[in-house]
């Protein structure tokens, strides 16, 4: 097994968790944090990508798009935070609204 | 021997990574969710290194960590100003047997992803050879940056779009932002006189070392975003006379560049940013230079979180 | 291996050994400002030694220059943001730990 795909394994373990927390809590924020957490699991297997075995010319074409990934995602991260804020000043509440409240 | 310690540091580091994602995502208490969140970017730079990505490695650092990092703990802070019962985060809604088939079909995901990523072709070469077959036609020496602002300068023209859409997503939401809890001090004012115009003079090496070594506009952008950010939490504010064109002038320099750029390719060369090989240095550097300025105004921005001067509405 | 090989082993080593006591300070002592104490005082140290290892082994000025630029930058922010939660501690009514 080479580094990059102990590495790029590592990404896929990261996406998982990142995606489990997504979907487990409810706070916006740590939806935001858990979203972060998969992009990075996802820029981990493309960086995997650009060398997948010592002999092969290192591939810049996949670190141009992790750049840019990362520029979007905190683009998007800012977006979000916004929107959260927005929300709570709105309901009092950092969570969005769903069938808990319904039924409780 | 050799190969022994780096395998040894490659496995502490990615356990290293993976453990502090679990621990930022499963703590209970939200300020400490958001510093092992810096605290796992941090670690991801270090990856980035033992990867051979030294470009990405400075953009996680600046970015994914440094700006990411300012405004999570930002927003943590306007979010506790706004109700303290917002930043108490309530166990998940999800109980019983719904979170086990969630965790089933988590490992099912998990399972999947790691068999597709383990079963990918070993002799795959990539594009670098080409990239290096085509260094000398594009400027620059750093293939990195040649990708960026030449070969696939379109992504980036799009991403600095993007970059420039949240910030006017974010202003149009129209949030009130809290008044500062209490007065920077006099460590802080000291700090912010030593550094910001360090950070200033990093921000233009890393521009222009971009071109043939790791750096470049975003990077360089983000150095500058965090000597905005550093003025701004030692109290000091944007001038309202800078507060109405001239910020949005900074906002829309480098996107402006960009596109006027591409529209002009297109008229002459039959094809969006197609650089032709004598100018193509030239105008990388424009555009970098632009992008920066616009790229580290518009971070600042969206740190603040709303247009300055209507702070106290 | 040169004189200068062994000297930069030598610093980088007692660099590492002032990280790790600062690493144990860190996880074993009571509160916030000796915790501090520990973190601040061993990583500048450890930091300084560590650059002057390195720069030993580099060959022009200017990175050694640049090495030494890291170094000074991580006491400043090192020594303003100690100062700044050791303040925002006290500010949240945290008392230094007694015995």
Do not use: C
């Not at chain 1, 840019?68 to 991260?77: E, K, L, Q, R, S």
């Not at chain 2, 071109?211 to 975003?225: D, E, K």
């Not at chain 2, 424009?286 to 209507?310: N, R």
């Amino acid at each position: 097994m080479s580094v990059a795909l102990f590495y790029a394994l590592a990404g896929a373990g990261l996406f998982s968790i990142g995606l489990h927390a997504l979907l487990v809590h409810r706070h916006l924020l740590r939806k935001i944090l858990a979203v972060n957490v998969m992009g990075s699991g996802v820029f981990l297997v493309l960086a995997a990508m650009a060398a997948p075995n010592a002999i092969a010319l290192s591939d810049p074409v996949p670190h141009a798009m992790i750049i840019t990934g990362i520029v979007v995602a905190v683009a998007a991260t800012a977006l979000a935070l916004v929107l959260m804020l927005k929300l709570t000043a709105e309901t009092g509440q950092a969570v969005l609204p769903g069938r808990e409240e319904e039924n409780s | 021997m050799e190969t022994l310690i780096s395998w040894a540091i490659d496995v502490a580091l990615a356990l290293l990574v993976v453990s502090l994602a679990w621990r930022a995502l499963a703590s209970t208490d939200l300020f400490k969710a958001i510093v092992l969140f810096i605290a796992f970017g941090l670690v991801l730079t270090l990856v980035w290194v033992r990867l051979n990505a030294t470009d990405v490695a400075l953009a996680e650092a600046a970015i994914g960590a440094g700006v990411t990092g300012a405004l999570l703990l930002a927003a943590y802070a306007k979010l506790r100003a706004t109700s303290p019962d917002a930043i108490v985060d309530r166990a998940g809604g999800i109980s019983g047997i719904g979170a086990i088939s969630l965790l089933i079909l988590i490992l099912l995901v998990a399972a999947a992803l790691g068999y597709a990523v383990w079963t990918l072709p070993s002799d795959y070469t990539g594009l670098g050879k080409e990239v290096a077959a085509n260094l000398d036609q594009s400027g620059v020496s750093n293939p990195v940056t040649a990708v960026l602002l030449n070969f696939r300068g379109y992504d980036t023209l799009l991403e600095i779009m993007v970059l420039l859409l949240a910030l006017l997503g974010a202003w149009s939401l129209g949030i009130t932002i809290p008044r500062p809890e209490a007065a920077p001090g006099l460590v802080l004012d000291t700090l912010s006189r030593l550094l910001v115009p360090l950070l200033i003079l990093v921000a233009a090496y890393l521009l222009w070392v971009g071109a043939h070594a790791p750096g470049g506009a975003f990077q360089a952008g983000a150095v500058l975003a965090a000597a905005g950010v550093l003025m701004l939490l030692s109290g000091r504010e944007l001038p309202a006379a800078l507060a109405t064109w001239p910020l949005r002038l900074a906002l829309v320099l480098g996107p402006a560049t960009f596109l006027m750029l591409a529209v002009i390719t297109l008229i002459l060369e039959g094809r969006v940013l197609k650089l032709s090989p004598e100018w193509a240095g030239r105008l990388i550097l424009i555009i970098e230079t632009t992008a920066t300025i616009s790229i580290g105004v518009t971070l600042t921005a969206l740190f603040m979180g709303a247009p300055p001067g209507e702070e106290d509405r | 291996m040169t004189t200068s090989d062994y000297l930069s082993v030598a610093l980088l080593t007692t660099g590492g050994l002032f990280f790790l006591a600062g690493t144990f300070g860190l996880l074993r002592f009571p509160d916030v400002f000796t915790r501090l104490h520990a973190l601040t005082k061993a990583d500048n140290v450890g930091l300084g030694l560590t650059v002057a290892g390195l720069a030993l082994q580099v060959d022009s000025w200017a990175v050694a220059g640049k090495l030494l630029l890291i170094w000074l930058l991580a006491l400043l922010a090192g020594a303003t943001v100690s100062y700044l939660i050791a303040q925002g501690a006290l500010r949240l009514g945290i008392r230094p730990w007694k015995r």
